[in-house]
């Protein structure tokens, strides 16, 4: 059956589900596979309870004489191929938004402005991937006027397999950083994985929204001569400037619109609820793009002002007895190395860091912990409790922790009170078990 004949079925049926537990009735079940499971397996079990029609790559699971099984060479392809069949009905702008940190905080943002003047449907949460990007498409409908979409990448290739579905007729790279470089290989890899989606803004002539204080970003955008451009950043030559006014602790920044016709162009103030200095990019991208699609700059502040995140993303917990500002959902080097920066320069006194490992780095893992602890020592922090393996290799005089257990042993015999607290590591650390606790 091919794409055109499977999508006409979709658009009789509009609902997929690719998990067999949950089937409305009347749904299309895809039999995707995982490492631990195999869709295939639950196809007949999903049309016994209520599926329409089940999607399937094996042939040993067709049934005789069953036509609402269909058999297809490989489900993610076929779910993706839906996918943009369904987005290609669509003549709307869809922003693509690609990098190595902060996409979910831009896209957030860049919806929340967005919202104020249009239907806007976004990624939801961090569904970035090769499965969570055909989702997002498919909840386009027809009251979008807008959408925004985050795309993830791990391995080379990633970004081209995934713009080639979503399709943005413009976008956006965050920044590039050092992160999952067991995956890229090398900080390279990183830059032209994410610079495949400037491959497919040349390739069909779409607009960018450029970082221009990020020298990465701009040479990769003057190598592929990419020329229909809107910059953002921290100088006077771009078209939406920014200055961080303080991190006390949550960033106040203003921003100017120097490409405003106006002979004097106004400066605004935004006082925002997130923690980070490094949080300016993305505001400044989510202004860049609402002014480019009309939206007032009131507006546009009031809707910086009203982000509150809720994801344990640049977030401050206020508790009993300390001020922790958690960010431990990912780390990576870039992020890593951000997340201190900017406790550096935070106005607060008593600071302490709980910091877990960096995981996914491969051969360079142990170099890029040991700069983290120097860069904390080169900063003068006292306080720091290193979290995992990997910092306990590191030469260090900081207190080390072989992993999360061992620190809630110590927070039940003495707790840390009075303090600020940043609190950083990847998932799978599990930092995220101590807020509770401190
Ligand atoms: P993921 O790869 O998990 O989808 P992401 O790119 O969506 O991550 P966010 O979830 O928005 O990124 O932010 C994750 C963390 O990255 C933040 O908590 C913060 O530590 C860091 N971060 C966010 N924005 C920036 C930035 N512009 N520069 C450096 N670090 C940043
Ligand atoms: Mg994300």
Redesign the pocket.
């Known amino acids: 059956m091919d794409i055109k004949e499977l999508y006409k079925i979709y658009q009789q049926h509009p609902c997929i589900t690719t998990d067999s537990r949950d089937c409305p009735k009347d749904s299309i079940f895809i039999a995707l596979k995982g490492e631990s499971f195999n869709g295939n397996k639950f196809a007949k079990a999903a049309l016994e309870k209520g599926c329409s029609y089940a999607i399937i790559d094996e042939k040993e699971y067709a049934v005789d004489g069953n036509d609402n099984i269909i058999l297809v060479d490989d489900c993610l392809t076929t779910f993706k191929e839906i996918a943009r069949e369904h987005r290609r009905h669509f003549d709307i702008p869809v922003i693509g938004i690609t ?7 831009t896209k957030e943002l860049v919806s929340a402005v967005l919202s104020t003047k249009y239907n806007v449907m976004h990624t939801e949460g ?1 569904f ?1 991937n090769d499965v969570g990007v055909p989702k997002t498409l498919l909840r386009l409908d027809k009251n979008n006027d807008i959408a925004v979409v ?1 795309m ?1 990448a791990s391995h080379p290739g990633d970004i081209k397999k995934l713009v080639e579905y979503v399709e943005p007729t413009c976008g956006m790279i ?2 590039v950083g050092r992160a999952h470089l067991l995956g890229f290989g090398s900080f390279e890899g990183v830059k032209s994985t994410k610079g495949e989606l400037y491959d497919f803004l040349k390739a069909h002539d779409c607009l960018l929204f450029l970082n221009e204080s990020n020298d990465d970003l701009v040479d990769m955008a003057q190598k592929r001569e990419l020329s229909r451009i809107v910059t953002y950043g921290q100088t006077d030559d771009a078209n939406v400037m920014g200055e961080v006014i303080s991190c006390a602790p949550f960033l106040k920044f203003s921003w100017t619109d120097l490409s405003s016709t106006d002979s004097k162009a106004k400066t605004y103030e935004v006082q925002t609820h997130l923690i ?1 200095a ?2 300016m ?2 505001m400044l991208a989510a202004i860049t793009i609402g002014l480019h699609f009309g939206v007032e700059a009131e507006k546009i502040n009031s809707a910086l002002e009203g982000y509150t995140p809720d994801n344990n ?2 977030q401050l917990d206020v508790t009993k007895f300390n001020k922790l500002i958690v ?1 431990a ?2 780390a990576n080097p ?2 890593m190395s ?2 201190i920066e900017n406790f550096k320069v935070m106005d607060v006194d008593k600071k302490m860091a709980i910091l877990g490992d960096m995981r996914e780095l491969g051969e360079v893992s142990d170099a890029e912990h040991q700069k983290v602890v120097d860069q904390l020592k080169e900063y003068g922090f006292k306080e720091i409790w290193l979290v995992g393996e990997e910092f306990g290799k590191t030469n260090t005089d900081y207190r080390k922790f072989n992993n999360v257990e061992e620190v809630k042993e110590e927070i039940a015999i003495k707790r840390p009170e009075g303090y600020y607290i940043l609190i950083k590591g990847s998932n799978g650390i599990k930092l995220f078990q101590l807020p509770e606790l401190l």
């Open positions: 990098g190595t940190n902060g996409k979910t905080t961090n970035n985050e993830g965050t920044n980070g490094y949080n990019d993305n993303r640049s960010d959902y990912n870039s992020s951000a997340a």
